[in-house]
C-alpha cells in the first residue's frame, strides 16, 4: 500500500544554518508529493508541492526535488529563520492522501 | 475568498457522550475531507465525500462515528458515544477535485476534543 515515512521527529537547529527535512514514499503509481506546514495552533496548509514536469517547486525559501529513483522528496532551505519553527507533514496522493507522521522543526537563534 | 470553516472549535466530553462537528468547505469544491488527527501524529483519513456522495469510510469507525453530506455543501460528522480514545483535533479539508495536482487540500482549522 501506500505511505510516507519521515524519519525525524524533531530536528533542532541554529537560525542561519540549512535545513533539510527527509521524506520517502512508497507507491503502487506515481503520485504527487507534497509538503504542508502546521504552526502552533493552527491549520495544516500547503507548502508546495511537486510538479509533473520535474521541475523544482519552491515556496518561501524552501524547495524540494522529486527523485522517482530514490522515492524522495526532501525539503529543503538554505537559511533557517526563527519564523519557520513549525511541523511539517510530507503527504502523497494518488485518489487518497497520505499523511506522513510529521517532523517538529525548532529554529533557535 | 472564504476559507473553510469549522464549528466547535472545542469541545470537552465525557465517555458515552454524544457530540457533533460541523464543516463548510470552500465554495466550489466538490471534494470534502474529514480527518482525525491525534497529538503528535499526522492526519489520519476518516472519510471523504464527492458531492454528497461517500467516496472512501474504509476508516470510519461504524459502530459510533457517521459523517453526512447531504446536499454536497456543508457536512456533518458525529460521534455517537465518545471514548478516551477519541482525543484528538478533528479537521475538515476541502480540494476542487480528486486526483493528481488538484488534490490540494484547504483545511479548516479543526475542532480539539478531549474525552475525559
Known amino acids: 500500500g501506500d505511505s510516507v515515512t519521515q524519519t525525524e521527529g524533531l530536528v533542532t537547529l541554529t537560525e542561519g544554518l540549512p535545513v533539510m527535512l527527509n521524506c520517502t514514499y512508497q507507491s503502487t503509481y506515481s503520485p504527487f508529493l507534497f509538503w504542508y506546514v502546521q504552526h502552533l495552533n493552527e491549520a495544516p496548509k500547503l507548502l508546495l508541492k511537486s510538479f509533473t514536469d520535474n521541475k523544482r517547486p519552491e515556496h518561501q525559501g524552501f524547495h524540494a526535488t522529486l527523485h522517482k529513483s530514490s522515492s524522495s522528496f526532501h525539503l529543503q532551505k538554505s537559511s533557517a529563520q526563527l519564523s519557520d519553527s513549525a511541523l511539517y507533514y510530507c503527504a502523497l496522493t494518488n485518489n487518497r492522501i497520505f499523511f506522513g507522521d510529521g517532523t517538529q522543526l525548532v529554529v533557535k537563534p | 475568498e472564504a476559507g473553510v470553516t469549522q464549528s466547535p472549535r472545542y469541545a470537552v466530553l465525557q465517555e458515552g457522550q454524544a457530540v457533533s462537528f460541523w464543516c463548510d468547505p470552500i465554495s466550489g469544491h466538490d471534494t470534502l475531507y474529514w480527518y482525525q488527527q491525534p497529538r503528535d501524529q499526522g492526519p489520519q483519513l476518516l472519510v471523504y465525500?464527492?458531492?454528497?456522495?461517500?467516496?472512501?469510510n474504509s476508516q470510519l469507525p461504524s459502530d459510533r462515528f457517521s459523517a453526512v453530506r447531504p446536499k454536497g455543501t456543508n457536512s456533518t460528522l458525529k460521534i455517537q458515544s465518545a471514548k478516551q480514545g477519541d482525543t484528538a483535533t478533528y479537521l475538515c479539508?476541502?480540494?476542487?477535485?480528486?486526483?493528481?495536482?488538484?488534490?490540494?487540500?484547504?483545511f479548516g482549522a479543526g475542532t480539539r476534543l478531549s474525552v475525559l
Open positions: 479539508a476541502s480540494s476542487p477535485g480528486t486526483g493528481g495536482i488538484q488534490n490540494t487540500l484547504y
Open positions: 465525500f464527492r458531492d454528497e456522495a461517500v467516496i472512501d
